[in-house]
């Protein structure tokens, strides 16, 4: 899993997010900054509410201290798959190294980091920065 601070890079170098079931996402600060949640609809519910913005709604006993957060207060952890959705036909190749793995872009840079969603995450960066 990317960390937040990658995460956080992402995001503020404009990656978007739709969130949808299965997606991932912490809440930076405070007492849950290092509980990662995971949206199921049964569970954590994302919400958009008509002339505001998207909620998460925590359903049950998940997290007793919340019932509802705006999104802007989350950091979406995505996926490697999601992360390699992104990269779309940009992605070259990814290939196992020592301490890790490498991603390759068409535009010839290589990104390693300790496993294949970090760099998917650090390819996708370089692209968002670049571009």
Known sequence: MIDTDLAGRLK?????WRPASGDRFTIPGGELADEVFVI???VIEA?????ESMIFKFNGTTEWALDSIDHTR???LPR???L???LGERFQTLEAVPGGFAVTL???T???DIDAERSYARGLLHLLETS
């Open 40 to 42: 199921a609809e049964m």
């Open 47 to 51: 919400d958009e509410v008509p002339g």
């Open 106 to 108: 068409t535009d010839g």
């Open 74 to 76: 989350v950091l979406w």
């Open 84 to 86: 390699r959705d992104e």
């Open 12 to 16: 503020s170098a404009g990656l978007s």
């Open 110 to 112: 290589r990104h390693l």
């Open 80 to 82: 490697e798959d999601q």
